[in-house]
């Protein structure tokens, strides 16, 4: 059974993304999306190769669209490390991939 596992970098991600949603006062909304983001992240630690190969940002980082963002990660074993959760509209250039 895979794990899902999420690097710093992807929780403060998660944490910006409920924050932009909760600032119109739409808790639940918030709480719901991040749910939904998860559940995407536990589907591809099932089927990891359903991403995208980005050997362009890092050997091994894979991506998959959901909605307006960008779910990055690379699968290690039993492990799917989420790296980064990127909004569409935000530069790919400024994408930093830290473990």
């Known amino acids: 059974m895979t794990v899902v596992q999420y690097q710093a970098a992807a929780e403060t991600d998660l944490v ?4 932009q949603i909760a600032g119109d006062g739409d808790y639940n909304h918030a709480d719901e999306y991040i749910s939904r983001l998860k559940e995407i992240c536990v589907l ?7 991403g995208v190969d980005r050997q ?23 492990v799917l490390s989420v790296l980064r959760v990127w909004h569409t509209a935000r530069d790919p250039e400024t994408l930093s991939i830290a473990e």
């Open 16 to 19: 910006e993304i409920w924050l």
């Open 44 to 50: 591809l630690a099932g089927q990891p190769g359903m």
């Open 56 to 78: 362009d940002i890092a050997m091994g980082v894979r991506s998959f669209p959901v909605d307006r963002y960008v779910v990055y990660y690379e699968q290690h074993g039993p």
